[in-house]
């Protein structure tokens, strides 16, 4: 059993950053981390992913460039830099992990509860 907590969201202006952190604790040995976001009346969409090593990291088109996602083992612990903020990053961001590292939403087992992100205009 895997249990995550999601914090760090908040309310930034456009072009401002925020820095998320996920909590790991459990059977977290060789488990994937990844970032997914919803927005109010859309689906849960992927954001990052990170595999165990750190070596390998995949992002959503809409993020490359603005997003940075990073790992500390010793801590259980995955991050995600967000920067240059827009208004369309608003959303509940939710840390999953799974055993693979994949941009699929079904392939991950454990969820966090999420974290509000908001960006104003």
């Known amino acids: 059993q895997v249990q995550l907590v999601e914090s760090g969201g908040g309310l930034v202006q456009a072009g401002g950053s925020l820095r998320l952190s996920c909590a790991a604790s459990?059977?977290?040995?060789?488990?994937?981390l990844g970032w997914f976001r919803q927005a109010p009346g859309k689906e849960r969409e992927f954001v990052s992913t990170?595999?165990?090593?750190?070596?390998?990291?995949y992002y959503a088109d809409s993020v490359k460039g603005r997003f940075t996602i990073s790992r500390d083992n010793a801590k259980s612990t995955v991050y995600l830099q967000m920067d240059s903020l827009k208004p369309e990053d608003t959303a509940v961001y939710y840390c999953?992990?799974?055993?693979?590292?994949?941009?699929?939403?079904?392939?991950?087992?454990?969820w966090g509860q999420g974290t509000q992100v908001t960006v104003s205009s």
């Open positions: 990170i595999n165990w090593s750190g070596g390998t990291t």
């Open positions: 999953a992990a799974g055993r693979y590292t994949t941009t699929t939403t079904g392939e991950y087992a454990y």
């Open positions: 459990g059977r977290t040995f060789l488990l994937a």
